[in-house]
């Protein structure tokens, strides 16, 4: 499953239940870059594009989640930058 966070803020921490992803595991972590995706109304059938429409963020390098609290600090931007991220997880 997908879903987009947007404006998350490079550097922070929010509980997976503050972003809606409670009970969650997190794959994949993705900073859109194509903002034409965020009108795209079927994530799932979105086609993903590294370096195209979206940027792979690296787990543990760039994101992580720690006791529920998810971690971002992507190296595609400065700590405090605003990013669009595209969320893969699994119920």
Avoid: A
């Amino acid at each position: 499953m997908r879903k987009i966070i947007n404006n998350f803020v490079n550097g922070s921490i929010q509980s997976l239940s503050d972003l809606g992803l409670e009970n969650v595991k997190v794959k994949r972590v993705y900073t859109i870059i194509d903002e034409s995706i965020l009108d795209f109304t079927n994530l799932e059938e979105l086609k993903l594009k590294h370096n195209q429409n979206v940027f792979l963020e690296d787990k543990v390098h760039d994101w992580d989640v720690i006791n529920g609290q998810f971690k971002f600090y992507g190296h595609s931007g400065s700590k405090g930058d605003k990013h669009h991220l595209l969320i893969e997880y699994q119920v």
